[in-house]
């Protein structure tokens, strides 16, 4: 098969494309071009990836302008003639190469209270909950969120107000939200409301579109301006 | 602001939005209505001076976007020159009054 022209970013947030020539392959992977340069053509070169299935969301990079999980984005359709541009994910710092710093996108998720605080103990029986009842339902459509950072990289409401919570965390705040165990509802709706959370959305819907587990954090998003404003209006907030 | 005054602010943002989207309806379908003969300012008049029903309707219109337009405003000067903090909040405010000033004056001079 025909050669691929990568050009890849190398360095800092000041570095600059290099280029690469890597042989096709059928069924081949932006993953596993990226793999053959550091393997065979240059050893320097920094990415990050663990599951390589689409489990564990470490490889997303911006992939001909756009972010993709790049493990189970296939060349074949995304650079149909035959060139790839690789470059780190967008919205977040650069460490090296194709490699982001994502501490600033998992502290969002800590800021918009995103994780589960029951009320119940051990002693206490099951919770029963119907798989459903809307609640649940609402819950579901957003809770296999693997925290890739496809859907922050493509929010133009993070690149312009860098303290917006973005859409993973607010995805992730929505499924507790509905989650009829969660004790900690006011408390979340004040930490994901304002201007730096939901209300920030301008609902591109880029998030939605980009987002490989084809979530719509959108949707979670709108849910939480209703339910904030539910709060508002009983005086709760 | 206080994530309260800032839900407060998009909840006022969307309720005058949901006015507007009826003032806009209404004015849009006057205008086509008004021109079916030409436009004059005598036949405006014609219909506005000393007509209670419209006086409300456009202090209406004219008091939703005194209170949409200045909270998009701030979005905008937020996302696009980074300005916040009181500054801001006390712009937007004098640009909402101004709004309400101007559309206000415009209203009464229809209506007198």
Redo the contacts between chains.
């Keep these: 098969m025909s050669a691929l022209q990568v050009s890849v970013w190398r360095g800092g947030a000041d570095g600059a494309l290099r280029c690469y020539e890597v042989p096709r392959y059928p069924s081949q992977t932006v993953l596993d071009v990226v793999t053959h340069i550091q393997r065979k053509l240059d050893p320097t070169l920094a990415y990050r990836y663990a599951c390589r299935v689409g489990m564990c969301g470490s490889c997303a990079m911006t992939v001909n302008g756009a972010p993709r999980w790049t493990c189970r984005t296939h060349v074949d359709k995304v650079a149909a003639d035959g060139r790839l541009e690789l470059r780190p994910l967008r919205n977040l710092p650069v460490i090296r190469d194709l490699v982001t710093d994502m501490r600033t996108f998992f502290d969002k998720w800590e800021r918009a209270g995103g994780h589960f605080e029951g009320a119940s103990t051990k002693a206490d029986d099951f919770a029963r909950v119907r798989p459903d009842s809307p609640a649940r339902q609402a819950a579901d459509a957003g809770i296999e969120c693997i925290g890739c950072g496809v859907c922050y990289a493509a929010c133009d ?1 993070v690149s ?2 860098p303290d917006y919570l973005g859409p993973a965390a607010l995805n992730r705040a929505w499924t507790l939200v509905s989650d009829v165990r969660d004790a900690k509802a006011v408390a979340r709706l ?1 930490a994901v ?3 730096a ?1 939901c ?2 959305c301008h609902t591109h819907m880029s998030c939605t579109e980009r987002c490989p587990k084809h979530i719509s954090p959108t949707a979670s998003i709108a849910g939480l ?1 209703r339910a ?2 539910k709060a ?2 009983e005086r709760k ?1 | 602001m206080s994530v309260r005054s800032d839900t407060r602010l998009w909840i006022a943002q969307r309720a005058s939005a949901a006015v507007l989207a009826l003032c806009v309806a209404v004015h849009l379908v006057t205008i086509v209505y008004a021109v079916r003969g030409g436009l004059s300012a005598a036949e405006i008049y014609g219909r506005t001076r000393g007509n209670v029903g419209w006086l409300a309707f456009y202090m209406a219109f004219v008091l939703a976007v005194a209170v949409h337009a200045p909270i998009g405003l701030r979005a905008v000067l937020t996302e696009w020159l980074g300005w916040r903090g009181r500054s801001r909040e006390w712009f937007v405010l004098a640009f909402g009054l101004l709004l309400a000033w101007m559309g206000m004056r415009a209203v009464l001079a229809v209506f007198r």
């Design positions: 409401v312009w107000n004040r409301a304002g201007d959370g209300h920030a301006k904030v404003t508002a209006l907030l």
